[in-house]
């Protein structure tokens, strides 16, 4: 199940699974799928962690958009930023870090569970 691998590649703490942050969990989580995501998206993806995606927003989400967008659906990459400020109460990484980790695993789950379910 993806949300579950998504999940695990930003925990990191099950055997065999690397700390990814929340961005390259998502692509490196859809790597094969799509195939303009490559090892080295998921390497460039380490800058769009911890609050340095554009305008402060959440690097799960740019990473969510960036696939959207990249897969030639703006409107899904629109969608989804509707959805994720529903579940997760805002885009800014910098206010859903103070919801901690947990929270945040819980989103990476919800935000691959969209990607998978667009398809």
């Known amino acids: ?4 691998f998504a999940k695990k ?5 099950e055997k065999g699974y690397r700390r990814l942050n929340c961005a390259q969990a ?23 962690g911890h609050g340095k995606a554009p305008n402060g927003e959440c690097g799960m989400l740019y ?13 899904k990459a629109k969608a989804f930023e509707k959805h994720f400020i ?3 109460g ?4 910098e206010e859903l870090i ?6 945040c695993a819980y989103c990476i789950s919800k935000t691959a569970e969209f990607i998978n379910n667009v398809k």
């Open 1 to 4: 199940m993806v949300e579950e």
């Open 9 to 13: 590649l930003f925990l990191g703490q």
């Open 26 to 48: 998502i692509a490196e989580a859809f790597r094969e799928e799509y195939g303009f995501i490559t090892e080295k998206t998921v390497k460039a993806f380490k800058k769009m």
């Open 63 to 75: 990473a969510a958009k960036y696939i959207f967008e990249n897969n030639d659906q703006p409107e």
């Open 86 to 88: 529903e579940f997760a």
């Open 90 to 93: 805002t885009a800014k990484c």
């Open 98 to 103: 103070k919801k901690k980790i947990p929270f």
